[in-house]
């Protein structure tokens, strides 16, 4: 099993949509959680962290569901802009090392 | 924007060629990291300094020698590179490497190996 797995995708979704992205992660010992886009040929940039209580950015949501190792992100209102690669990734803080999914694509159409 | 640098944006290398990639931060962290990141793929952790000391090597070959000359600076030496090292190389910083700090990386080089 992967210690971080993700949907895959693509998604395709016209703008306004609400989409939702799945994530589990398989070390128990998993302290803390973030989701990070990619655009292409460019580097990952933080979008959020993920809390246990949950936390909202606009229209971004993020949630942690520790029992069930289990991370998601909803985008509301989806935007051409979105369009890009969504990571989902994990740190063991034993010594801070990230361990990134595979990523989830997503694709905003007019 | 990002707060990390790294030159050169680009770089073709032969495989007898010697070269360094140069990362800078202005964030105040104290961990610097190098990673890896091949198209299609996640990033790979190479390295990890912590207040300026190797602190992890992710089982690096060599040819690939880390060096930081201090907090806000991190290089990377490469010698005798081959094809397959082609790939996006990523600097990153964090506050702390140990605690559960965000990440942020710079915008990377782009590595061809001829």
């Known amino acids: 099993r992967k210690e971080v797995e993700q949907d895959p995708g693509p998604f395709n979704v016209p703008e306004g949509a609400t989409v939702a992205f799945n994530c589990t992660y398989s070390n128990s010992a998993s302290q803390s959680f973030f989701w990070y886009r990619q655009d292409c040929r460019k580097e990952p940039k933080l979008l959020m962290s993920?809390?246990?209580s949950g936390n909202e950015d606009g229209r971004f949501t993020a949630q942690l569901n520790r029992a069930s190792q289990y991370i998601s992100l909803l985008i509301r209102d989806s935007k051409l802009s979105d369009s890009a690669t969504y990571l989902c990734?994990?740190?063991?803080?034993?010594?801070?090392?990230?361990?990134f999914g595979q990523g989830t694509i997503l694709t905003v159409h007019p | 924007d990002t707060e990390v640098t790294q030159t050169p944006k680009h770089l073709v290398m032969g495989m007898t060629n010697k070269k360094s990639l140069k990362c800078e931060q202005h964030m105040g962290h104290r961990a610097m990291y190098w990673y890896k990141q091949k198209a299609k793929k996640p990033p790979e952790l190479m390295f990890v300094y912590s207040y300026e000391k190797l602190s992890i090597n992710e089982s690096v070959p060599s040819r690939f020698s880390p060096e930081c000359p201090n907090s806000s600076l991190l290089n990377l030496h490469l010698h005798a590179l081959q094809p397959e090292d082609s790939a996006l190389y990523l600097c990153a910083s964090s506050q702390d490497h140990v605690l559960t700090y965000e990440q942020y990386f710079g915008p990377g080089t782009r590595l061809t190996v001829t």
């Open positions: 990734v994990v740190n063991v803080a034993s010594y801070g090392k990230l361990t």
């Open positions: 993920v809390y246990s």
